[in-house]
Structures are given as C-alpha cells and as structure tokens.
C-alpha cells in the first residue's frame, strides 16, 4: 500500500539474535501483560513457506499467553520470551513448532518487542526462516492473490521484464513458431479467491498484445492456500522486441487488478563479428548463428571451439565468451551481466584468468538500427500506448493556456551510419490532433554507429479532452521504417467538482473549484478551503490524492491503484488513510457526458476509428450481413444530462452515412451516474 510504513528491522538480515539484540537495547523493559482473547485468527502473505497461510484456531495456552495452530496442522502462533538475549524479551511468532531458538529457528517474528496482546496488532514481523509480509487479522477470512513465473513471484505492477521469472519469454526465430510460458496463480489468503470478468480471466493488451494469446485458462475459483496455472504463448511477427501486459482481476480487495508486463523477442539468424581480445586472440572472428540455447540466441566461432551464448548463474543473466556453453566451470574467457536480446555492442566485459582484452561484437553485416528513447525509457516501434514513464503522454494543458516540450532521444544501436530519410525536420506528426503538436528542435539527419541525437516536441491543446497524435521517423533501418509512436496530451477547460461520501472528516465534501495545471494535472480546491484534489508521482507511479495539502505524504484517500487518468472522477476505488472514513464519489459540476465503446472513452471530435473502442465495426460480406455494436453514454456529472436533439438523439453524417442506422436509442434524460446505451 503507498503510505505504508517501513521498518528497517523488518528488511531481510542475517542472524534473528544480532536484530533482537538491537531490539533488547532499544526495550528495556517488559510490556504489561494483556492475554488475547482465543478467537480465530486469519494469515496471509507468506510466500514461504505459503501452505502457513489460512485459518488459525485456538490452541490453548503457551508461556502464559494464549496461542493457535493452524487448521491443517503444522503451523503455530505463539508468544514466549527470547532468552538468548538480556534481559529476555517478549515476541510472537510463525512457526512449525512452539521453540523459537531450535533449528531451523522461527519462520518470522514480531519486529517489535510484544506482550500478550493480540497478535493481529503486530505492525510488522521480521522475516527468519521465512519470506513475504505476514498480515495477521481477527475475523472475517479474505483472499489474497500471488503470481508467479518459474516458481519466482512477479510484483504488481511490474514494468521490468526478466527471464529469471519468465515475464521474457526469450527470443523466437520468426521462421519457427512459438514458446508457451506457465504462471501460477497462488492463493496466500485464508478465503477463497475469485477471478473476475469472462473466460480465460487473463486479459492481454498493450503495444504488441496480437502477439500473446492466453492458450490455457487458470480455474476461475482458487481455494485459500490453493493454486491454479494458465499459460501464455508468444507468437512474433517482425524482428525485435515485443511488449505487452497481463492484467488478472480478483476479488482481492487491494491488487486487482493484477497487472505485469511481459516481452518476447523475435529474430531473424544473422551471424556476428567479435574483436577486441588479445588473449587469446583466436576468439577473434565470425561466429555463425546456432539457434536457440537457455531461452536466447547462441553463436559458434565458425572454426574453432568458442561460444557466444546467454544464461543464468546464481539467479542473473549473463552473455558469455566461452569455450563451451557450461559457465559453471572454471575456463570461461568472457561475461557480463544482461538480459539485453543481443550481445552486439555490449562493452566492459569482465575476464577469466589470463584473458585480456575488451570484446566488441558487432553483426556481420553492418548495418543500422533505430530505437527512440523518451526520459530515458525504450519506446519500441508503433507502441500505441501513451505514457508517463517515457514521456508520450504529455499531461494536461488548460486550453489555448500555455504549451509543454518533450525531449526525445533517436539511438543508433547498429554498427553502420543510421540515416533518417524523411523531409526536414524528419519526424512526421500525424493523427486527429496533430495540430496540437510541433516538432520544435529537429533530429541530426545522421546517426553515427552507437550514436544518438535528440528532438523535441512541443503540445499545446486547442480543444478539450484526450488529444492524440503519432509520431514516424522514416529511415533506412531495415525492419523499423517508419518508426512509429503515438503521443498524447489533454486539454483542460475549467470545470468544478463535486464530492460526495466522506463520512470523515465530512467538511471534505462540497464544491472544489477548478485552479489551474499542478504537476501535469488539473487540481482543485474546496471552496471553503482547506482540502486539495491532485494528482503526483509517489515512487514511480501517479495517484490521485484527496488531502489538506499537496504533500502526500499524509494524505487522507488516495486513489487504490495508480491513475494517469486526466481527472478523478474515474477512480473506481480509494485507499482510506487511518483517521479518514468513507468512499469518495467524485462528479463534474452539472451534466457531463462521456461517450464509451468497449468499456473505453471514446474522445470528443475522434477521427481515428478503432477496433479497441468498436469505432471501428470490421468488415462485412457485401452479399449480405450486419454487424452491431453497441454505445454507452456515460453522465459523470453531478446534475441530468439532457440530449437535446430529436429521436433518435444521434446524427449520422459523411459520405457512408446510409450504411449506418441507430437501431436501439438511449433515453433523452440521464440522470447522474447513469449509463444508457444505444446500438
């Protein structure tokens, strides 16, 4: 959770008596003591070991403290004294037995010194034996989800990709099908988990999503402690890397849903050149592609017994010079810790014993290759989805109100001149609102070898809401021209909010006036004072914050999952920070009307139809045949919204308006919240 605190002793450390031995110095004395009451108590969080999840169940007395077991057995909560330390103090423990200093010792303990109270008022436990965050509660049982790959769990949220935990499925010869990865889907909690929405329950999108299909589905129902896998499959169809995100959602009420990236490579066998080694100097010279070993390409010197190969040792990735493809020996020349798809260009490699020289790999056919970086992050060809974190998304402008530039970063990551080929200033802006972005310092028209150069991008917003565009960057790279990337700003106009549902502290509800852009957001103020909504950044991700300042630090709701949404009235859930209570409903200020396809916000004045919102309705037989699809108008204001036209309410217009007809209407009064459709 983002306002989580932490607590140093809670890290992993070596040694439980050193950490209960700082402790001791810091408590010296007893607390007073307060037996818990022997009700069942619930645990989940463990990753190790995860069968100590579930139900616990009183188990009589232990030194004088009420203690439990778990409910299959095997697993035990207990509170004793720690006498290897002086004076002796008092902890609750995770156990498979009810001695904290036998070996193995305990799995995890209290980080704070505790008496007999309950330990579901542990604030935070220190891991020994054991790995996760153990939470503790009294009552009502509840599910918690845990994915994992190659037996590895991958974090919520995780942008980075590894082979280690098999979010990289590898590199695939485009020549020779597929590779299909596993996930396991843990249950951690004491109840049963749920998966939501429709069959396989695993939604794939993002830039490449066409190229990984969910090819067998995970159960729908995971008991508590149970488990349940689905695999994915990685078909490429162009050379290079291929992005996109998984997303699971649960009935987990804070990770859902739960989303991840993944990435595949494709490849074409091209052969490489090494230089560079002066010992031995036979490892120099052409090494002829060989396919695929330990999930990535390899080469072999084309006549001599040498490798160029990538695999883990002791959990990281390396690319080796050896001379064979075993790096657990003790005759290896070359390595370096990557997971990058080639070796080509990679410099500073470390050495074995007697090896000198500093490899340089380069293909065997020089030539040139793009990639385009925004605020140092890798935006790859035609990625569709605007965001933050590379500077495609450029924030929220009021409108004709200012402008905003962004700087991008053109790589050169071949070994041959990169030469961009389109007219001055060489990047191409189109798209609906391409208008509304300029190219104000253009690119070098030349890329030297493992170079770069550098343009920017100016927005300003002429009309509201999502403004979009894509940028093309023409070139005589072989397998990415034009490179393309979509961009996109919002323009604001002035628009108060309502709130609603704060129950504490209650005078947070009201009327917040609109006043201005703050950290490239709209942000309002009560309009009595005192409360903010805005959106920041907090630890890589942006949230929506309700609070009596702007420093988050403290804030009083916060949206539950991180939003880059241009306003907050599409929160679906919030976060309620101790002191605060209740569940925030936020509108515009009067009607406001919003118009969705597919469950996705179709902007005002749209003129880039798309299958993703069902703008764009697919192809139909001319020997007959319909297809249907069907609209939801959304009021996300505070007051009805009224369509003010005649019946059928909607216009179609342009040159195949005939091909069209409403044939479902929605109602002409919608009220606040609602959502009529029409087809």
């Not at 066998?269 to 100097?281: E, N, S």
């Not at 990679?346 to 000198?356: A, D, F, K, M, Y």
């Not at 108060?496 to 201005?516: C, D, E, F, K, R």
């Not at 069907?630 to 217009?653: D, K, V």
């Amino acid at each position: 959770m983002k306002n989580q605190e932490s607590n140093v002793l809670a890290q992993p450390f070596h040694g439980r008596s050193v950490v209960r031995g700082v402790l001791a110095a810091l408590c010296l004395f007893l607390l007073t003591f307060a037996s818990a009451s022997a009700v069942d108590l619930f645990v989940s969080g463990i990753l190790t070991p995860a069968a100590a999840n579930g139900r616990y169940v009183p188990n009589g007395t232990y030194s004088g403290y009420d203690s439990w077991v778990h409910e299959s057995g095997g697993y035990y909560i207990y509170n004793d004294f720690y006498s290897t330390i002086t004076p002796a103090l008092r902890y609750w423990n995770i156990d498979n037995d009810l001695n904290d200093e036998g070996s193995p010792s305990v799995y995890f303990f209290s980080s704070n010194n505790s008496d007999g109270a309950s330990p579901a008022l542990v604030t935070s436990w220190g891991p020994d034996m054991g790995t996760g965050t153990p939470i503790v509660t009294e009552g009502s049982a509840y599910p918690e989800i845990d994915i994992q790959g190659n037996n590895v769990t991958i974090s919520d949220g995780s942008a980075a990709v590894t082979l280690i935990n098999h979010s990289h499925f590898g590199a695939v010869d485009l020549a020779a099908g597929s590779v299909t990865r596993t996930f396991t889907i843990r249950n951690l909690g004491a109840a049963a988990l749920t998966l939501s929405g429709a069959s396989p329950y695993v939604a794939v999108s993002g830039v490449q999503a066409a190229n990984f299909i969910v090819s067998a589905a995970p159960a729908a129902s995971i008991p508590a402690a149970g488990s349940t896998t689905f695999q994915v499959t990685f078909t490429p169809t162009a050379a290079g890397n291929h992005n996109a995100t998984l997303s699971i959602a649960s009935d987990d009420a804070d990770e859902s849903p739960y989303t991840f990236a993944i990435l595949g490579r494709g490849f074409t066998p091209r052969d490489l050149v090494v230089a560079g080694i002066t010992a031995p100097t036979a490892a120099n010279g052409t090494y002829l592609h060989q396919g695929v070993i330990f999930d990535m390409e390899y080469w072999k010197h084309e006549t001599l017994g040498y490798y160029l190969f990538n695999d883990e040792y002791e959990g990281t990735r390396y690319w080796n010079i050896d001379v064979d493809t075993d790096d657990s020996d003790t005759d290896y020349l070359f390595y370096f810790a990557s997971e990058a798809g080639t070796p080509v260009g990679l410099t500073g490699w470390s050495r074995g014993t007697g090896i000198t020289g500093d490899p340089l790999i380069n293909e065997a056919n020089p030539a040139p290759d793009i990639m385009v970086r925004g605020n140092g992050v890798a935006i790859v060809d035609d990625d569709a989805s605007p965001a933050f974190a590379d500077h495609t998304q450029f924030g929220s402008l009021t409108v004709s109100s200012g402008s905003r530039a962004r700087t991008f970063t053109i790589e050169n990551t071949g070994n041959a001149v990169l030469t961009l080929t389109g007219p001055s200033p060489y990047v191409a802006v189109s798209g609906a609102a391409a208008g509304d972005f300029s190219v104000t310092t253009p690119p070098a028209a030349t890329i030297a070898a493992y170079g770069s150069t550098t343009f920017t991008v100016t927005f300003d917003a002429a009309a509201e809401g999502a403004r979009s565009a894509t940028l093309s960057i023409a070139s005589d790279d072989d397998d990415e021209s034009p490179y393309n990337f979509s961009i996109q700003g919002n323009g604001v106009v002035a628009k108060n909010l309502i709130v609603s549902g704060i129950t504490a502290p209650a005078a947070a509800n009201g009327t917040y006036i609109y006043q201005g852009i703050l950290n490239e957001f709209p942000y309002w103020l009560h309009e009595a004072g005192g409360y903010y909504i805005y959106n920041d950044d907090y630890s890589g991700s942006r949230y929506w914050n309700i609070d009596v300042d702007m420093d988050d630090t403290t804030s009083l709701f916060y949206s539950t999952a991180p939003s880059e949404a241009s306003a907050p009235i599409s929160v679906p859930s919030w976060f309620v920070v101790a002191g605060s209570s209740g569940t925030p409903v936020i509108a515009y200020a009067g009607p406001e009307i919003v118009i969705e396809g597919n469950s996705v916000a179709i902007s005002d004045g749209d003129a880039t139809p798309s299958a993703t919102d069902h703008t764009d309705f697919g192809s139909i037989a001319l020997s007959g045949g319909s297809l249907t699809r069907t609209f939801t108008i959304r009021n996300s204001g505070s007051e009805t919204l009224t369509l003010m036209a005649a019946s059928p309410f909607i216009a179609i217009g342009g040159d195949a308006a005939a091909d069209f007809s409403v044939t479902a209407l929605p109602e002409s009064s919608i009220a606040a919240g609602s959502t009529p459709t029409f087809t």
